[in-house]
């Protein structure tokens, strides 16, 4: 009687399992990926380590979450992330998601014997980086040296965040940029939008304005609080949601205040109901300074909400499959009063119907499998 075949096990390593870009896709792929054929382990690599959101699912859907202590503590990390590689191990695959500090556990798992050492960057730290000094300049100097002596398989969600991590010759390294995927048939399930607005005590003609990411400083936060501030004074009522969690909730806060805000903005936390959300929305307004890819975008775009987003959102791969609709980009000098007049135009302009997208999780689940069978059978 024939055997079953061996399952190609794969860790990966990511920060705390909160509610967020990485962490919901990775939950998405685990609902979707047949274990009998790619096994996933979930390695929690962060400063300041805690239990997050997404734990108890991610255990549930069969994937064995590891801790190691944190990496501001190396004596303690290092050797504590070679135990969980023996111990838990043998793995087939390392899937660092971690950037820089992708090179010290890429090569600490090359000197553990995994084959296959996989890195994806999800984020645009180039401005930040070309300007590190002493300390900063000398840890991305070794990091990316270790990444250089250690990775096999380069990943990017979009070129500048390809460029950020393995520098201008990205290309030439033979990184590949993916799109990570969003999971389209939760999103463009149909909603009552009246039904929502009732159920959050909306009234029908007050335009609501939404922002879905964590609460960090490259979101830019405090910038859209002066958007949505002018937006008011010009252009009348409207309600803002402002959905995620993080560091800077204290000084959003206190800028709601500021600006007499408070009974205009909802500060919403992290949510599990983020389709119902963008639902209820009428404009995404996206001015974040920065971005790796930016799912959140993509996943108003998948439910037809007109969008908003600065020149730091990076447009995903294979746009060309899924055309973008009502996206007005618009630099963050070009100051908050036309940030405000944009807004107002997309509220004018309206919804649209969900549309066509290249970027279901279910499909790109898929070529990630494939992916790891191709990298361990070349490996071999």
Not at 39 to 48: E, F, K, L, R, Y
Request: proline share 7%.
């Amino acid at each position: 009687m024939p055997t079953a075949p061996t399952p190609i096990r794969v860790l990966h390593l990511t920060g705390n399992l909160d509610r967020g870009g990485i962490e919901t896709w990775l939950k998405n792929v685990l609902q979707r990926v047949d274990r009998r054929q790619v096994a996933m382990d979930i390695m929690v690599v962060s400063p300041a380590p805690h239990e997050g959101h997404y734990e108890a699912e991610l255990r549930a859907l069969g994937a064995r979450i590891l801790r190691v202590p944190s990496t501001n503590r190396p004596l303690k990390f290092l050797p504590a992330y070679l135990r969980a590689l023996r111990q838990f191990g043998p793995y087939d695959v390392v899937h660092s998601h971690i950037h820089h500090f992708s090179g010290l556990v890429l090569l600490l798992a090359r000197l553990a014997g995994v084959p296959v050492r996989v890195a994806t960057s999800h984020s645009d730290t180039l401005r930040d980086d070309l300007v590190a000094r002493t300390g900063r300049y000398a840890y991305l100097t070794l990091m990316r040296a270790a990444l250089q002596a250690s990775v096999t398989h380069r990943l990017a969600v979009s070129p500048v965040a390809a460029r950020a991590l393995y520098g201008p010759d990205w290309q030439a390294l033979g990184t590949q940029v993916v799109s990570l995927g969003v999971d389209i048939r939760a999103l463009q399930q149909p909603r009552s939008i009246a039904a929502l607005r009732t159920e959050w005590g909306v009234p029908a003609d007050l335009p609501v304005l939404g922002h879905v990411g964590a609460l960090r400083v490259e979101k830019n936060h405090l910038f859209l609080l002066e958007v949505f501030h002018t937006y008011l004074q010009r252009h009348g009522p409207a309600l803002l949601l402002l959905v995620g969690d993080g560091p800077q909730r204290q000084a959003i806060e206190a800028r709601i205040g500021e600006l007499g805000l408070s009974g205009h903005v909802r500060l919403l936390g992290s949510r599990t109901d983020i389709p119902d959300l963008l639902w209820l929305m009428d404009v995404f307004v996206f001015p974040s300074q920065f971005e790796g890819l930016g799912l959140a975008f993509m996943e108003a775009q998948a439910v037809g909400l007109p969008c908003v987003i600065s020149r730091g959102i990076p447009l995903p791969s294979g746009t060309s499959a899924s055309p973008l609709i009502a996206v007005q980009v618009l630099g963050l000098e070009t100051g908050a009063a036309a940030w405000a007049a944009a807004v107002a135009q997309a509220v004018r302009a309206g919804r649209h119907p969900p549309p066509p997208m290249a970027f279901d999780v279910g499909e790109k689940t898929r070529e990630l499998v494939a992916f790891y069978r191709q990298a361990v059978a070349g490996e071999g």
